[in-house]
């Protein structure tokens, strides 16, 4: 996005020396004066791709790329986010923030109003499908004649379908979901289960949901390329100008490809790996430490085997996408919080210690769940996303005339729920959105896992 050209613009507008520069109907710093302050706000939506909360910190492949930007910079961000798309730009021009830092459409229309910058992303609409069928995957759109794609009422996914629908001259069986208890993700994990054959996704979208699923085939395009990028005010050129240097000087680095392959190449899942026993007495080589630390927290010494092998395999320098480490998968912050330093993360011992005092802290927060068989679930359920979405669950759940105490078919249905803005946006959730997939899948394993622990080890 840089040129010579427009680079003697923006050195001009920087020292005052045209009267080119374009209008906007709002005052609001540059990047010179938000350097002075030290402060950059920004606005974003809440999302897998652009911004959540995971474990009690930020996260989103939108946000770490922001987050390094700023750090270049020295900047603290500030983050407000939006319903939807059209209000994000309504946000910017009132000065609510300085940054709209998504992916957001690039159209003529956008440019009027608007500085595009970041990089820009060519991001075509796919078929999603299964890999692992008796069917070969399709690899041709006039393949879909006589098929079942499903989509949601009246999104882009829906109208490019009905479109590609016409081109062919009919023929695919459109089904479509008008639910607002269904999220895009919702009907990509519904092709990986079997459940349906067919959905249509944005491609990164689909990228990342396969570090979920891995049985996913997403090579097949049915949309010409939808441009998109980051955006600021047109009073903002020099922002502009500083985030396009940034990606330019950055995204060969490998801690950018770092982001990218924790978001779209890790596995957010753990395989399918069977329990190991070594003998009828003993579950790993960690069991005295096991056994020692579960006492005082009066746990079965099993159930903190069960998370350490869903966490790491027993593998004491395991490191999950999101930087969770060590036997029990702590984040380095929580570590130091219960005394075991980041650089001692692989320290079985001291790793097992530090989960034990967390899991106490998680025993309290939920003390109001009077039975201890459901208490563990939640307590589980928030060893893994953190505190702040099971209170929301529960707070939801609450609400709608569910029990905020018990986990099956209650709280674990509006913790699902979160995935979509009608629930995530209700002024009982604080942690605002949250994909379920994995959490449901790690209180369900867990708790399974202990189950066998129990039958097989004494």
């Not at 009919?170 to 067919?198: F, P, W």
């Not at 020692?292 to 099993?302: E, F, K, L, M």
Request: proline share 5%; net charge negative.
């Amino acid at each position: 996005m840089n040129c010579p050209e427009k680079n003697i613009f923006l050195l001009l507008l920087a020292f005052g020396l045209t009267t080119c520069a374009p209008k906007s109907n709002v005052t609001g710093d540059d990047f010179p004066q938000m350097v002075e302050k030290g402060e950059l706000n920004v606005l974003t939506l809440s999302g897998s791709m652009s911004y959540f909360i995971y474990k009690g910190k930020p996260r989103g492949y939108e946000y770490e790329l922001l987050s390094d930007f700023a750090e270049s910079r020295n900047l603290k961000i500030h983050v407000k986010l939006a319903e939807n798309e059209a209000k994000l730009i309504e946000m910017l021009e009132k000065d609510e923030g300085d940054l709209i830092a998504c992916n957001i459409p690039l159209t003529n229309e956008g440019k009027e109003q608007l500085i595009y910058c970041g990089r820009e992303v060519i991001n075509p609409q796919v078929l999603v499908q299964r890999s692992n069928t008796e069917e070969t995957p399709l690899k041709d759109v006039t393949e879909l004649i006589g098929k079942e794609v499903w989509v949601i009422h009246n999104t882009k996914y829906h109208k490019r379908l009905e479109n590609l629908n016409n081109e062919l001259g009919g023929g695919i069986h459109i089904r479509v979901i008008d639910k607002d208890t269904v999220s895009v993700e919702d009907l990509i994990e519904m092709v990986s289960k079997g459940k349906i054959s067919y959905t249509v996704s944005n491609e990164d979208l689909a990228k990342l949901n396969k570090t979920y699923f891995q049985n996913l085939t997403i090579s097949l395009k049915i949309s010409h390329p939808q441009r998109s990028a980051w955006a600021v005010r047109k009073n903002s050129p020099l922002l502009a100008s500083a985030i396009d240097k940034w990606f330019d000087e950055n995204e060969n680095t490998p801690r950018y490809q770092r982001i990218i392959k924790r978001y779209f190449e890790m596995s957010k899942m753990p395989g399918d790996e069977p329990a190991p026993i070594l003998n009828a007495h003993q579950i790993s080589p960690f069991d005295h430490w096991f056994k020692a630390y579960a006492s005082p927290i009066s746990w079965d010494w099993r159930l903190l085997a069960s998370i350490a092998f869903q966490e790491s395999k027993f593998h004491t320098d395991r490191v999950s996408w999101a930087g969770a480490t060590g036997l029990m998968g702590l984040m380095p912050e929580t570590a130091e919080a219960f005394g075991l330093p980041a650089d001692q993360l692989e320290d079985p011992e001291g790793n097992i210690r530090a989960a034990s005092g967390l899991i106490k802290r998680l025993n309290r927060s939920f003390s109001a769940i009077e039975d201890p068989n459901e208490r563990i679930k939640f307590i589980v359920a928030a060893y893994n996303s953190g505190s702040g979405h099971i209170y929301d669950a529960q707070a939801l759940a609450e609400k709608y005339g569910k029990s905020p105490y018990i986990w099956a078919g209650n709280v674990e249905e509006y913790l699902k729920l979160k995935s979509l803005p009608e629930y995530y946006n209700d002024p009982v959730c604080k942690q605002g959105y949250y994909r379920a997939t994995e959490t449901l899948n790690y209180v369900r394993n867990v708790m399974e896992r202990w189950k066998y622990y129990q039958e097989k080890v004494k």
